[in-house]
DNA sequence: AGATTTCATTTAACATGTTAATCATATTCC
DNA sequence: GGAATATGATTAACATGTTAAATGAAATCT
């Protein structure tokens, strides 16, 4: 999974140490950003490996990643469904996808076949050994669950939610940045 | 950084597909869990790559992964700091710091010491070089930004800061599941 | 002082993220 | 109907995430 758990080992909160390195001393820079601790994308980052940090464990006892148990909750949700659309189900990019398939497929955790009208797309479904392990793993993770939003808060924890929605739906039609000619390559040489 | 792009290709919006999916039609499965689409750490990895996306582009363009980016960047604020500091600030774990101070020093973004009343100890600082580069990058980076807060509204940006801090604070002394004897080591081989 | 332990960093090994290229099958165009 | 094109999936190559182990140096113990 693609997440950090940074400072783990020296138990120290990471925000404590960013704020101390940032705030501009009597040495310090100048700086043409933000601060970094402003960060959204480091908040986010912050955020989710604060929530998934606690689902790590269990679901390594389990011998499943975090994206391979996301493959198969979506697969536990469906019948069969195509590789492309497990792909944005599980919110994983192909290949990614292409490689715990044939992993979770060793492992007897799922079946595969391909679709008779149009050979190029694979169907994909859970396994009855696949539905038994979401099963075993199903409850640790919802106790978790549960305890996140008691902390937290239910309505809290929905606001949130809903914040991320709609930053998501702003920055959609937010039109990329141009690629342009590319004429800046001295940049990558340094 | 550590982030996904799916269903770029296909140019849908990613949630769509997750919500037909999921959604329990005539053939659908019992779940034993919630919804996929409910799902917190997956809720932060969406609205982290909503954001990302528009960043990696700019920074690819100067040769720099997000990572190195928030090394540079978190090195531009100070005049050294130790690794094991730099991997708080940068929010990156002591591996992964490792091999990109090897490449960033390669590149002569970078220069490295060690203290000298403690030989382990190591000391990173940014050279003229890369500050140049940080002088480059951040025009670019602080428009998408500020394109970002104009869209989504810098009150309704500020809040979510907000609950995201009070988030990784709610979690911060939540205990990790006790990673007992391990005796599930038969689900590993599943 | 020498052995043990602790600490900072790096290396190793494997899984995933990310982009580009490849391969096989389908579709379209002429 | 065969060449060109498009599409779904995989493979390739490199960077990072993640955990465990190794390395080197400092602190502690006796």
């Known amino acids: 999974m693609p997440v950090n758990k940074p400072g783990a080992r020296n138990g120290a909160n990471p925000r404590k140490a960013a704020a101390r390195a940032e705030q501009a001393g009597p040495a310090a820079r100048e700086m043409p950003m933000r601060e970094f601790s402003r960060s959204l994308p480091m908040a986010l980052l912050r955020a989710r490996e604060a929530v998934m940090r606690h689902f790590r464990a269990s679901l390594r006892k ?6 391979q148990w996301r493959i198969l909750r979506a697969l536990g949700g469906v019948e069969t469904i195509e590789v492309t659309e497990l792909a944005r189900s599980a919110y994983l ?11 979770l497929e060793q492992r007897g955790l799922i079946e595969r076949r391909s679709v008779k009208t149009d ?12 539905l038994s392990l979401i099963e075993a793993v199903a409850p640790s993770s919802e106790a978790i669950y549960a305890e996140m939003t008691r902390r937290y808060g239910a309505e809290r924890l ?16 937010m039109p990329l940045p141009g690629n342009g000619h590319l004429n800046d390559e001295d940049d990558a040489s340094l």
């Open 119 to 130: 050979l190029r797309r694979g169907l994909v479904s859970i396994s009855a050994r696949g």
């Open 93 to 103: 990019l192909g290949p990614s996808l292409s490689r715990i398939l044939r992993d």
């Open 62 to 67: 389990h011998g499943l990643t975090e994206q």
């Open 158 to 173: 929905a606001a949130l939610h809903e914040m991320l929605s709609a930053l998501e739906a702003s920055l959609a039609d």
